[in-house]
């Protein structure tokens, strides 16, 4: 945090810190009656408005003072998506802790470094991690105490977990009566770990001006557009970058609030989005695969569903162009980071675009989009030197901003910012009207005779052919040319395609020299923790690959 120099004349507003407890009170107070709908890890529909999660989260925070959590303190959370994680977010940020989301997908070795190095001092989570908590819970070394959030009846008669409570006997202990204390706005306010494919996780820590400033710029009409009219499922998780923040941005509008539970199979998802009249959404491409598939099998449409945001990993613009002409379903395309908090570019059409062909229209839906007010961004080359804005020439995403880090927690991975911009490990072309697209990761890159082919491009052509489900493209050793690009694709399910036909499929599409020089066809592809295909995996696997042409 710099200084800045001051003006002999400085503004005379109302100096009133910007924190996440504002959220919950304005809900409350704005849109007190609107709904919050969970499907329970129970699997049962609970329902409760804004005004309810209020009152228990200052339940919450009257037990966290009891428990001695202090300002600063680590707290950590492994839960789906519902409305006592909800609770949670704002009672243990609202009271001046830090809010520590834990992805349940890691390993539990993967789990117990991370609690460890977050210090966390306490632990809440879901029935369904009974076990995973039972595995990792005696290597954590700063936990004092368990919260299996459930009702009393689902507390385990015997467990290997320590000082285990249970969360509703929490809130039945605990009194409503708790002002939420006011504070430096920079504290720290929440934590999360980022997926760490090599090396150890490293902490991004937000802090309450950080998550408001985000909040606002997210919820703007060009980025995720959610007003009080929205009911919002968030199917990004709230364990990995605050679901993309909407767990604050949603009650900041007092939109209605459907969280999924455990449950993100086609079939529950596309029955929650009915039942609930859900008209927006986000959530990473793996999961739409899964509810398209339903969706398409049984010959239904969406009635409510307008809007949705997909990121994470390039969207596809097969899927895009599914949800936008079969079902009527816009896709803004996000790009950001766990370190980005995470929103750093939406795509939106502006006016100039309107008289465009159609699929004009569609190349430019097809790229990340523009930089989000507060965001700013560049590409430069490997010495640092900013490149045009062509749309054409390739570089190292830069960006900076007030919800962007300047260090990850704890100083691990030293320096990192590149004269005040932070290196996203992207890389993109911008327009000349500011669209970026991401071509690559940098480590995904694939480098054939000094050229760099992108990835992104290979696999969008193959996900477009009719018998693919999914396509990855990775770079195998080549003796001539170092890598060439080997395309790994899983069938949809009854469909059949030979190798010789897909890269036929690429002719006049792309650059001749771009062109897979083989394919293999795969089962599945692994999938990590957030849901991403991985690439680093999938080299492994085919790291001994003889290419025909080699
Ligand atoms: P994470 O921190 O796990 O959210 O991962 C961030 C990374 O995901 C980014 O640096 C990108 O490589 C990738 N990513 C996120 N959104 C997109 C997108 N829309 N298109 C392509 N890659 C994306």
């Known amino acids: 945090m710099s200084n800045y120099p001051k003006s002999p004349l400085m503004g005379q507003m109302m100096s009133q810190p910007l924190l996440i407890s504002s959220i919950i009170q304005h809900a409350d107070r704005y849109f007190g009656d609107n709904e919050i709908v969970s499907r329970r890890v129970e699997g049962d529909i609970h329902r409760y408005t804004y005004r309810d999660c209020h009152t228990r989260s200052r339940k919450m925070a009257n037990a966290l003072q009891k428990f001695g959590v202090k300002m600063g303190d680590r707290v950590g959370t492994l839960a789906w998506n519902g409305y006592r994680h909800l609770e949670l977010y704002y009672a243990i940020s609202g009271s001046g802790a830090v809010l520590h989301t834990i992805n349940p997908r890691l390993h539990p070795e993967q789990i117990a470094y991370i609690v460890n190095h977050a210090e966390d001092q306490y632990l809440f989570f879901d029935l369904t991690f009974i076990p995973l908590v039972e595995a990792f819970a005696a290597h954590c070394k700063t936990v004092k105490g368990f919260i299996l959030m459930a009702d009393r009846d689902r507390m385990p008669a015997e467990t290997k977990i320590p000082n285990l409570q249970c969360y509703e006997d929490l809130i039945e202990a605990n009194s409503a009566d708790y002002e939420w204390p006011v504070f430096d706005e920079n504290s720290a306010s929440s934590l999360c770990y980022t997926s760490g494919t090599t090396g150890n996780p490293k902490g991004a820590l937000y802090s309450h001006r950080s998550t408001l400033l985000h909040s606002y710029a997210s919820t703007m009409p060009d980025a995720l557009n959610v007003s009080s009219r929205d009911a919002v499922l968030p199917v990004v998780p709230m364990f990995h970058v605050n679901a993309w923040g909407l767990p604050y941005s949603v009650p900041l509008t007092g939109a209605k609030m459907v969280f999924p539970g455990p449950s993100l199979d086609g079939k529950s998802v596309y029955e929650l989005f009915e039942q609930e009249k859900v008209t927006f959404s986000a959530g990473v491409p793996t999961v739409w695969l899964g509810l398209l598939t339903y969706v398409a099998q049984n010959n239904l449409t969406f009635s409510t569903f307008k809007r949705t945001v997909i990121g994470g990993s390039a969207c596809p613009p097969a899927m895009m162009k599914t949800f936008r002409h079969q079902y009527g379903v816009e896709v803004v395309h996000a790009w950001g980071m766990t370190e980005m908090s995470p929103l750093g570019t939406a795509c939106t059409l502006q006016s100039h675009h309107q008289s465009l062909p159609e699929d004009e229209k569609q190349a430019v839906l097809e790229k990340q989009g523009h930089a989000i007010f507060g965001v700013d961004m560049k590409i430069v080359d490997d010495q640092g030197k900013e490149l045009s804005w062509d749309g054409e020439t390739y570089g190292n995403l830069l960006v900076k901003g007030p919800w962007i880090i300047e260090r990850y927690f704890k100083g691990e991975g030293g320096e990192v910012l590149q004269d005040g911009w932070f290196p996203t490990g992207d890389v993109a072309t911008i327009s000349p009207d ?6 690559d990761r940098s480590k995904d890159v694939i480098k054939s005779g000094g050229e760099w082919i992108g990835s992104i491009d290979l696999e969008n052509i193959a996900m477009a052919h009719p018998a ?51 394919v293999t066809f795969v089962d599945a592809l692994p999938i990590g923790a957030t849901g991403k295909v991985l690439k680093n995996k999938i080299r492994e696997q085919f790291k001994e690959y003889k290419l025909p042409t080699a």
């Open 468 to 518: 693919v489900q999914q396509a990855a493209c990775i770079g195998v050793f080549h003796p001539k040319w170092d890598e060439r690009p080997l395309l790994v694709v899983v069938k949809k399910p009854g469909a059949d395609v030979t190798k010789e036909e897909l890269i036929k499929y690429y002719d006049g599409k792309i650059a001749k020299w771009w062109t897979p020089d083989d």
């Open 434 to 439: 500011g669209y970026m697209q991401i071509t």
